[in-house]
C-alpha cells in the first residue's frame, strides 16, 4: 500500500487484492484495487480541516409541460431545489437552469454564477417560485448551458445536479450524446428520474457519462430529502479530475478496466494516453469515500517459476494545482507468478469472485428486463432468476428485495422464480435504475 497526503487535497490509499499465481500457459491476471480517501470531509458538507475547495454547482431543474401532471410534482420540484440550495456551503459558486426544449439561467442570470450567501440562496429560493411548467424536453441543451456556466467559474469543484421527469422528445439522440461527449471531464453530474414517466437508459447514460450517481425518486414528495443528500454530497468533495492511471510492461494487454463498487461502470473505452504504455481512466472527484476497480490484464507466456510486474496502478492528479507536475497520490502493483502448484493457481481471490459476481448481477438483472419487455418471458425468467441467485449468494439484500417486486422467488439459492403478472411501473424501474450499486466483500 501507498499513501500520498498533502494538506490541499485528502489523504489517498490503494490496496491490491489478487492471486498473482497462473498455471503454466496462463495469462490472464485479474486484480480489485480498493481506492479510500481520508480527510475530505463529507460531513454535511463540512470540511473536517483545512480550506474549503472552491466549487461550482448549477441546479438543472425540469420545467417542462408535464411536470404539471400532476401540479405537485412542480411544486415538489421547487421545494427540493430549495433545499438543495439551502444546503450548499457559503462562498460556493452556483446557478439555477430552467429546463425545457430550451434552456433558461433563471438565477442569477445574465451567464454568470451568484456566491452562495444568506442573501443570494433567499434570492434564488425566491426565483424559484416564479418557475411553471411548459414547453418540451430536450436535456443536451441543459446541459451546454451547466457547462458554459460552470466552465466560466475558477473553481476546484464543478458539479451539475439534473432533473428530469420525461423522455428527451425535443432533441435527436445523437445530440444528447454530442452534449455528453462534450461535457464529459468539465463537470460531474448527479441525475434524477422524477415519477415514471421518464428513460431510464436516459438517465443512466448522463450520470455515467459524467462520472455522478443515478436514481429515480417515484413519489415526488421524496425530491427534498433526495437533493438535500445529493448536495451534502457535493460539498464534501475535496478533489476533482483524479485519473486512475494503468501502466503496462511490453506485450502486456489490457483486458478491461472497470469500477466495481459502489457502482458497476466500465471505464475501458474511456482510457486516454499518459505516455508510454500508460492510460489514464477517469474517476472524477473525491471526499471521504472508497471505491473498487477491477482490472484485468493479458500478459505473455513464461515457464514456471517465472515472475512479472503485470501492471502499476496509481492515483494521479493530472494537473497539479500548482501548475506543476502531475501528482501522484497512491498507487499499488500487480503481479503474475506461473507456478505447478494447483491449488495455487486455480484459487479464485475473494474480491475478484465477489465482484466478477456483482458485475454479471447488473448485467443479467438489465438482460432480464429487456427481455421481459421484448415478450420473451422465458428468457426473463432465466436471467432474472440468475440475478435473484447472485444477489442471494453475495448479501446484495437491497438488490434481491428490488427483484422480489419483479419475480416471486421459489428458491434464491438455486435462483427458482417466477415473473409476476403484474409489476408496478415503479417497481420495475427501481430494479433497472439501481441494478448496478453492488455491495462489498462481505469481511
Not at 220 to 226: F, I, N, S, T, V
Not at 303 to 330: F, N, Y
Not at 343 to 363: C, D, K, M, R, W
Request: charged share 25%.
Amino acid at each position: 500500500m501507498a499513501v500520498f497526503s498533502k494538506s490541499s487535497v485528502p489523504q489517498f490509499t490503494a490496496e491490491v487484492y489478487q492471486n498473482e499465481f497462473l498455471p503454466e500457459g496462463g495469462r490472464d491476471v485479474n486484480a480489485i484495487v480498493t481506492v479510500t480517501s481520508t480527510g475530505g470531509g463529507t460531513t454535511g458538507g463540512v470540511p473536517l480541516a483545512g480550506r474549503a475547495p472552491d466549487a461550482a454547482v448549477v441546479l438543472m431543474v425540469d420545467c417542462s409541460g408535464s411536470m404539471d401532471y400532476p401540479p405537485a410534482k412542480m411544486r415538489n420540484a421547487r421545494d427540493a431545489t430549495a433545499a438543495a440550495i439551502d444546503t450548499l456551503r457559503d462562498g460556493t459558486r452556483f446557478a439555477v437552469v430552467a429546463g425545457t426544449h430550451v434552456a433558461a439561467d433563471v438565477y442569477p442570470g445574465n451567464g454568470r454564477l451568484a456566491t452562495a450567501d444568506p442573501q443570494t440562496k433567499a434570492q434564488a429560493k425566491e426565483a424559484l417560485r416564479r418557475l411553471s411548467a411548459g414547453g418540451g424536453t430536450a436535456i443536451g441543451t441543459w446541459l451546454r448551458l451547466a457547462d458554459r456556466l460552470l466552465g466560466a467559474a475558477e473553481v476546484d469543484i464543478r458539479h451539475g445536479i439534473l432533473l428530469t421527469d420525461g423522455r428527451n422528445e425535443h432533441e435527436a439522440p445523437e445530440d444528447l450524446r454530442a452534449a455528453l461527449d462534450s461535457c464529459a471531464g468539465r463537470f460531474t453530474c448527479d441525475a434524477r428520474g422524477v415519477g415514471t414517466d421518464w428513460e431510464v437508459k436516459e438517465v443512466t447514460a448522463i450520470a455515467s457519462a459524467l462520472l455522478g450517481t443515478a436514481d429515480i425518486v417515484a413519489d415526488p414528495a421524496g425530491l427534498a430529502a433526495d437533493f438535500t443528500q445529493m448536495m451534502e454530497n457535493a460539498m464534501g468533495k475535496e478533489v476533482a479530475d483524479v485519473a486512475l492511471r494503468l501502466w503496462t510492461p511490453v506485450g502486456v494487454e489490457i483486458v478491461f478496466v472497470k469500477q466495481v463498487a459502489p457502482t458497476v461502470a466500465d471505464l475501458t473505452g474511456r482510457r486516454t494516453e499518459a505516455g508510454p504504455r500508460a492510460g489514464d481512466y477517469p474517476t472524477g472527484s473525491w471526499g471521504d469515500e472508497s471505491r473498487d476497480y477491477h482490472l484485468c490484464v493479458r500478459v505473455p507466456e513464461a515457464g514456471i517459476g517465472q515472475e512479472m510486474l503485470a501492471a502499476r496502478v496509481s492515483l494521479i492528479l493530472p494537473v497539479a494545482s500548482d501548475g506543476g507536475a502531475p501528482q501522484t497520490l497512491a498507487q499499488g502493483l500487480v503481479r503474475a507468478v506461473w507456478t505447478d502448484d494447483m491449488v495455487a493457481s486455480t484459487s479464485i481471490n475473494p474480491q475478484v469472485a465477489h465482484y466478477t459476481g456483482q458485475a454479471e448481477l447488473a448485467q443479467v438483472i438489465q438482460q432480464g428486463l429487456d427481455a421481459r419487455k421484448s415478450g420473451d418471458f422465458d428468457g426473463a425468467t432465466a436471467k432474472l432468476g440468475r440475478a435473484v441467485q447472485l444477489a442471494s449468494a453475495s448479501g446484495n439484500a437491497d438488490t434481491a428485495k428490488l427483484l422480489s417486486k419483479v419475480v416471486d422467488v421459489v428458491d434464491a439459492a438455486t435462483g427458482t422464480v417466477r415473473l409476476k403478472a403484474r409489476v408496478a411501473e415503479a417497481d420495475e424501474m427501481t430494479l433497472e435504475t439501481r441494478s448496478t450499486k453492488t455491495v462489498r466483500v462481505k469481511k
